[in-house]
Each structure stands twice: as C-alpha cells, then as structure tokens.
C-alpha cells in the first residue's frame, strides 16, 4: 500500500525515470566505499558513485514493488518477460564462468528499465506520451552538449567531426563515438517527424533540417546513413498511402530533409576550416583560446595539467597540440579503412563465435564479447549468443519475429495510427537495422531503453487496437 501512494505520484515517477537513465555509463569501477565517497573533494568525482549506488537502490526498491502487487505482476507482457529471462540467463553464465561477475551491474540496470516500465504502465495507462516527451526532453539535452563540443572542435582545433574522441566537458568518462551521436541524432529526427509534427510543425522541420539530420551527415557513420536513407523511404511510402498529396508535399519533403540539411553540413565544413587556418591562427595566444583548448583537446594527459596555475606550461602543452593539429586535412567524406570496410567486424564475429562454441548453452555472461574477444561483438544476436548462449540467441530472433507478426497485424492501420504507435514501430525499425552492425538494444545503453520504451508503447497500442 505504500509503495502504490509513491507510484501513484507523477512527479515521483518521472525522478525514478530520470535516475534510471542517469545509470547510463555507469559500471562498478565506479563502485567506491560510503566513506570515500564523503570524503571526495570535487563534485564530479562524486558523479559517478552516486549514481550507481542510486541506481541499485532503485533497483531493490523497483523489485519490491513488483513482488508485492500482484496487479503489477499480471502486467508483464511475453515480449518483456522474454528480455527479463534473458538477464537472467546472463547473470547465471557470468557467475558461472571466469568472465567478471562484476558486470552484473549492467543487467540491473537494464532490469530497473524493464521493471519501471512495467509500473508505470499499471499506474499510468494514457500518460505513456508524458514519459516519452520526457526522455527525448533529456535525450535532445545530450545531443545539444555533444553536437556543440563537436562543433567547437571543427572551429577551434580543424579536425574532422567523425571519428572517438576521449576528452568530454561532460560528466560521462567518455565522449560517445561519432556513430553514437549520429544515432541520438536520427532518433530524434523520427521523434521529430513522427511525434511532434502534428503539434509543432514548423518547429519540427527547423530541428531536423539545421540539427538532427546534419549531425547524422557529418559523423558519417555508415550504418546510421544507411538507415536514415530507408526512413526517409518509410516516411515517403507512408505519405503516398495517405490521400490529397500534391507533387509540391514530396518536393518540400525532399527540400526541408535532403537538400538543406547538405547545404548546412557543407556550411559547416567549409566555414569551419576556413575560420580555423584563416581567422584563428591569430589568436591561438589569447587566454580564451588556451582555455577553450585545455578543455576539448582529446587527451587523458590534458586532464593532469587543466587544474595547474601554471600558464605558461599549458600554453606550450596547448600550442603543441594545435601544431600538431593543423597538419590534418578536414575532409568533407570520411576516408574508409582499406583493408577492412567493415571495420573488421567480419573478423571479430568469427572470432566470437568460434569461442562461444566452446559454451553454446549458456554463453559467458553479460559483456562477454569483452571478455573473449577484447572488442564488442557489433551485432546483437552474437553478443546475444555470446552472453546468454542458446537462448539468448532464441531470446533475440523472438523480439525480431514478434514484432514483424505484430506489423503485419498492423499494416492496414499504419497511416491512420497514432502517433505513439507509428513513432514507435519506426523507432524499433531503427534498432533492428542498426543490431546488424552493432550491439545495440542486446546490451544496456540508450539504444536498450529506447527500443524497451517503444516495445511496451507497441504492446500497449496494439492492445487496445485487439480491443
């Protein structure tokens, strides 16, 4: 009874969301004693304690919950049921093999997802948008701060957007790899066109068109640029089944969300390169420049010297980096990798799965294309089959088939949906492509609580569609 007074709190359950996904990037390295965790002096060492410790505590307090209403245990639908079963299996294969049993932190995580999604829907049936606005609300806060350190870093050092950088102004030990910045920003362009155009149309096309899809242009990842091009299909054969459509609508389409968003890629490419050798190679010796350096210059060994009173010292550091810097041309189109377009991914599932032959019952536990292989598995079903063996490998192709049975229930209804639904059925189409060629909503991340958030919004729709 008491626990149903907290989940009948709106606000209460939005900050339980909000710790949730504050648990992103998050291991137990960061796993310090009470004691040490007081006696930090800086806030941002702190950051990540704190947030594991809240994310464990939330994870007990969600478990007790469940356990104790019966109304929330009737609730789970098969397809969630399936994914619990598959932490599970991966929990038991990591205690039981020489992978590190630590990493159990990220099952705990992927359940408090799993769970809170679970209650929030036994509390909140209709409120299902609230929660959805929510976590885009937070998730266009992420891509804002990575997409201007991207920017700055064209502006100020001449380097090329895409490609991993390891320095971050932001609490997270790591920036995210180009392609994880791509992929926030195609989200948030389906989020764009499939939810918020109705209500805010112009706002909507001004996003896209000047934010989302240049981010996805100029990190140039390979798999996110493929799936872009198909939703763009999606989006086109959509509007043709919808009636009273004039030539003009496709050209507009075709303008607002190809043509202008290249213009402003291209912009920035030839702005930024031109503002970096013409422009500020006269104040490199300014202290806003040096200080605008010593915090977005990808190096582990920036951090030891940023907090020294020392000028002279940084400004040598920082000269020689933007030395260094200027010998790299900017490229508008990312150079591949000749001896491996696949960025050696063939390798390294052969290598996986040649390795987890040797235990295909039940895998190596949670991260074990870590654990075998040093590298990630970049596809879901191997690293599936990897951490959870067989039935991790069953777990997975059962997502992929139920949900294209669900679609193909859905078909005739598909214009006329709502915009839920739609949103989220594009969204899964994302995650699908994109486990081809990466871990993606196998592993916990944001691909995991996006692909969960829309799971349970497609369960719940198609549902009352039933009904």
Not at 129 to 149: E, T, Y
Not at 158 to 171: N, R
Not at 294 to 304: A, E, G
């Amino acid at each position: 009874m008491i626990l149903s007074k907290f989940f009948s709190n709106k606000l209460f359950l939005i900050l339980l969301w909000f710790l949730i996904i504050l648990s992103i990037n998050t291991n137990i390295d960061h796993l310090v004693s009470i004691e040490t965790l007081f006696n930090q002096g800086k806030l941002k060492d702190n950051l990540n304690p704190i947030r594991l410790y809240l994310s464990i505590s939330v994870f007990f307090f969600l478990l007790g919950a469940t356990i104790t209403n019966k109304t929330i245990g009737k609730n789970f639908y098969l397809s969630v049921i399936i994914f619990i079963c598959y932490q599970l299996v991966q929990i038991f294969s990591l205690l039981f093999s020489e992978n590190n049993n630590s990493n159990i932190i990220y099952n705990v995580h992927s359940l408090n997802v799993l769970l809170f999604l679970n209650i929030y829907l036994t509390h909140c049936q209709n409120k299902i948008k609230n929660l959805l606005v929510f976590s885009f609300s937070i998730l266009f806060f992420l891509f804002l701060v990575f997409h201007f350190i991207t920017i700055i870093k064209m502006f100020a050092l001449g380097v090329h957007p895409y490609g991993y950088y390891e320095s971050t102004v932001f609490f997270v030990d790591n920036a995210p790899r180009s392609s994880g910045i791509a992929r926030i920003g195609l989200c948030l362009f389906v989020f764009s066109h499939f939810f918020l155009i109705k209500k805010m149309k112009k706002l909507s096309i001004f996003f896209s068109s000047i934010l989302f899809i240049p981010s996805i242009f100029l990190n140039q990842s390979r798999t996110i640029l493929a799936i872009f091009i198909i939703i763009l299909l999606i989006i086109f054969v959509l509007e043709l089944l919808k009636k009273n459509r004039s030539y003009k609508f496709y050209l507009n389409q075709l303008f607002y969300y190809l043509l202008l968003p290249s213009f402003f890629t291209i912009l920035i490419f030839i702005s930024s390169n031109f503002f970096y050798k013409n422009i500020l190679s006269q104040y490199t010796d300014s202290k806003i420049y040096l200080f605008t350096i010593t915090k977005i210059i990808p190096s582990k060994d920036l951090r030891k010297i940023i907090n020294l009173e020392d000028e002279q010292y940084i400004k040598h550091y920082a000269k020689t980096k933007v030395n260094k810097t200027k010998t790299n041309k900017m490229k508008l189109l990312r150079t591949n990798d000749n001896k491996s377009f696949s960025s050696q991914r063939f390798r390294d599932w052969k290598n996986i799965a040649i390795l987890t032959n040797q235990n295909f019952l039940f895998g190596y536990g949670t991260q074990a294309d870590r654990f075998l292989i040093q590298q990630t598995a970049s596809n879901a079903l191997l690293y599936a089959y990897s951490s959870a063996g067989i039935f991790g490998l069953l777990s997975i192709l059962f997502i992929y088939l139920r949900y294209f049975y669900i679609f193909l229930k859905s078909i005739k209804v598909f214009p006329s949906s709502s915009s839920v639904f739609l949103f989220s059925y594009i969204i899964l189409i994302v995650f699908f492509l994109r486990s081809i060629f990466e871990s993606s909503f196998a592993v916990f991340g944001i691909d995991f609580i996006l692909f969960a958030l829309a799971i349970y919004n497609i369960e719940h729709e198609y549902k009352k569609y039933q009904g």
